[in-house]
């Protein structure tokens, strides 16, 4: 599986961030469990780690591409940017 993700290749621009992004967000958001469990002596979770990164990833998306509507749930978000593609218009007036 990490194989295939290093080998991936991105089918456009929000497909290369979450791409890029997702690795980063997962340690991120395991490393806030650990400390919040460490010191703060919180309980949390695999379902809410989980939350989180796509949370995260949900919060990324929607500051590069505000005019785009998002899913919540991954599985569709992870079709809907793998099926995005960009179009461009040119009119002449």
Known sequence: MIIK??????TNK????ILQ??????????????????????QSSIARVKFL????????????????????EWRRLCTLIESCFHDTKITIV
Not at 5 to 10: E, F, K, P, S, V
Not at 21 to 40: A, E, F, M, Q, V
């Open 5 to 10: 993700w290093w080998n991936a290749t991105h």
């Open 14 to 17: 929000a497909h290369k961030i």
């Open 21 to 42: 992004s997702t690795p980063i967000l997962i340690c991120w958001n395991l490393w806030k469990n650990r400390c919040s469990k460490k010191y703060g002596g919180k």
């Open 53 to 72: 990164v796509m949370l995260d990833t949900f919060k990324l998306l929607q500051t590069v591409f505000p005019y785009i509507t998002w899913p919540l």
